[in-house]
């Protein structure tokens, strides 16, 4: 005789966790921690994996279609290797337990904080931003700095002492401003970026005397933005913003917060920042279009969305953005300006879940990207992200990318609990 069989209690459904800013945070670290980023290995160091944990500054602001924005930043580095969460008030305001230092260089231009020898204890560290709490070295924006240039142009533009159509001529090369603008952002022209340094110089917007820098109105836009941690200091009357003229790493600086911060305002379809005064400076619907119109054509879909990789050897998938199509040649080889990468990627180009409008930074040892995601009908998400990070190209398994693999991993990953977050 058979005993009865138990009756079989039903499964609950395991209930998500609530979209807030705690569970936004430790999803974001609990992202970076499962990336293994300290097992990265380090061609500088023969190979070996990484001596320090690398520097990582992540933030997110998610717009739910009800309810007020959530939002999060974490920060990773050798001193911090399972992460800060940023102590953010509820009005989006300025990171309040952080406290921020400058990136810095050596006398002959090079960057030292991350050789696998540096010794942080015996630097020199310049405040960058915060009176209290943990230090966190802000690394080198590298490109992403474009995007502040592209907001500075914009509110010239906007104060009637530029013009989009206005001719610029720079090395030789004469064209509008709005087409230097595109180039600088899409596929990171230096060129394009140095004739709108010499713009804001020729405008007044930044002016130095005796070889010191005397005004800066890209600082007084930040300022009035409450974006204290971006800095676009020192360059020079003749388009130089590089080490090599006295600009570059340790005066040009960014960190995630601010810089998702600074999407928002961009953002034609955020809602209203709470942060902001009032009478904050906002940019005119002309110059919001030339900045997002560029922001959506960007071609360098190679950090944390890598639709521009598809065709290097060990694609790793990113963020599921859409490649522009405007960028393929008939065999689906991806052309910008002075870029070329490999493969047929014109699956990109009708794929993807959701649109990137963003712009990526990268050096040898530095590695950006930030912008503002929204999904593809009938997806829906809407989010912004910044990383700014020390993980540049000297970390590449290939010379077509820009960073290790684990930097489009981390995109997906953010990604896919995004879209479980904003579209349940």
Known sequence: MTAAAKPVKPV????????DAASLAEALRAAVLAQDFGATRDPQDDGRPIRHFPSIDLAVVAFPEEGAPVAANVLFSREHPEGLVADIAADAGPVRNIRYLADQRDADGHSIAW??????????????????GDRVVAPYPASLLKLMLLAGVGRLVDLGRAGWWQPLTYAGRERAVSDWAYDMVTWSSNEATSALVTLMHAAGAIRRDGGREVRNELHTLFASLGLTTLRFANT???GGWGNGSGSGVGQIQMTAWDTVRLLWWLDPVAPRAPWLRADAPRLSPESRNQAMHALQDQALHQVLSSSALGGVPGWVPGLPARLPGRWLMPDGGLHAGEVSLPGDLRRFATGGEVWFAHKTGNTENYTS?????????PRRRHYLIALLSNLGSRYAPHPDCSTTWRIPALGAA?????????ES
């Open 12 to 19: 609950k459904p395991v209930k998500p966790v609530a979209l």
């Open 115 to 132: 050789r696998p020898t540096s010794d942080w204890s015996a630097m020199d560290w310049v405040p960058l931003a915060g009176e209290s």
């Open 236 to 238: 020079t009357a003749e």
């Open 369 to 377: 990207d930030a912008g503002i995601v929204r999904g593809i009908l």
């Open 414 to 422: 953010i990604d896919a609990r995004m879209a479980a977050w904003l």
